[in-house]
């Protein structure tokens, strides 16, 4: 059986299980000159991927797709470019397999050695973000995975056209193409499948709204590790400086605002106030942003969209911008831990302790002073891409690479003892 003769997901599934024996055994170098063909081969195929793109826009347009998702979902042949880019970077980055995480030598003399392995087959689950179907492949091979991918109807017909030219990759190096799989084509029925496929997928990542990200933490049988949604703060502490105060946030608010690292919300120390909301605000709106302030920015600034609660929990992901004035640091903190979704916040300031607050009890998967937050990022953080920005407590926390891909296993080398 191969993908063109598989008649369920299920069968793609279990195709993706039986090659990640043998991607599993594939050294440093088979790995990385595959990743390298898989580079070569995005770009060769951009002006088919960037045609099936323009389809799917046309498509996701007609059908009311929003503007931020139309954004994710664009992929010309500039940002195909950059897919291949990415692909080279994971290529060039040192094999998580095979680190020794631990070594000791118990009494009896049987040596212990901890070491990291490939979790075997890498399931995605996400919605109109054709670049993450090469990202987690990429990460995925590079890691010793197989993956299987669900990448939603929204980008059907450009994540086709990307997974055809790695599947044709990895057959030109000889490495078995069944470990790249898509389950687009079986629709809602195939992320189900999916989603219970336990014991064949070792481990699952949802990328997209809180939404589906919900769906698939509560209905999947399949471990998963939970990328959120991103309601990300930025604080302007009394004695932010006016310039890095306005760069940061309109950095991090406009540079691209339909990803997960946008601020969202900004709150502004009252004593601040009178001296960073105005210029702030006219510099948002200068580059097209609609502010909803409470009663106080209003005040302080003009254009600006009365707040309602619900804008303090909303992720826009489009440019707009909820901004609070907060008595002092003590407000600003008890407004994070009530609507923070615990991705990213930020802090600009000039006093060190007040910084070193921020960063100790801020109980996010990253905490920033004086920087934007459009720095969480796998590309950003040297990761070359990224499988995702982690939320959760437990196994990975923050943007996750390749050491994220990887589980552990224990390796004893005896010679000949019995416990007693």
Sequence with gaps: MTAATATTARDRMLLAKEASRSIGRLGDDE???????????????????????????????????????????????????????????????????????EERTLPSGVELTKVAVPFGVVGSIYEARPNVTADIAALALRAGNAVVLRGGTAAEKTNAALVDAMRGALAERGIDPEAIQTVDSYGREGARELM???????????????????????????????????????VLDTTAPLDWARDIVVNAKV????????????????????????????????????????????????????????????????????????????DALAHIRRFSTHHTESIITEDQANAERFLAE??????????????????????????????QKLHARGPMGLPELTSTKWIARGSGQVRV
């Design 31 to 101: 790995k990385r000159d595959a990743l390298l063909a898989i580079a070569d081969a995005i770009e060769a195929a951009a002006p088919e991927v960037a045609r099936a793109n323009a389809e799917d826009l046309e498509r996701g347009r007609a059908n009311g797709l929003s503007v931020a998702l139309q954004d994710r979902l664009r992929l010309d042949e500039p940002r195909v470019a950059s897919l291949a880019a990415a692909v080279r970077d994971v290529a060039g980055l040192a094999d998580p397999v095979g680190r020794v995480l």
């Design 196 to 234: 219970q496929a336990r014991g064949i997928v070792d481990v699952l990542v949802p990328r997209g709204s809180a939404q589906l990200i919900e769906t698939v933490v509560t209905e999947s049988s399949v471990p998963v590790i939970e990328t959120g949604a991103g309601v990300v703060h930025i």
């Design 255 to 330: 540079q691209r605002p339909s990803v997960c690292n946008a601020v969202e919300t900004v709150l502004v120390l009252r004593d601040a106030a009178p001296r960073l909301v105005s210029p702030v605000v006219a510099a948002l709106q200068q580059n097209g942003v609609t502010v909803h302030g409470d009663d106080t920015v209003a005040a302080l600034a003009e254009g600006v969209v009365p707040a309602v609660d619900e804008d303090w929990a909303t992720e826009y992901l489009s440019l707009d911008l909820a901004m609070r004035v907060v008595d002092d640091l003590d």
């Design 362 to 391: 801020v109980d996010s998967a990253v905490v920033m002073a004086n920087a934007s937050t459009r720095f969480t990022d796998g590309g950003e953080f040297g990761f070359g891409a990224e499988v995702g920005i982690s939320t």
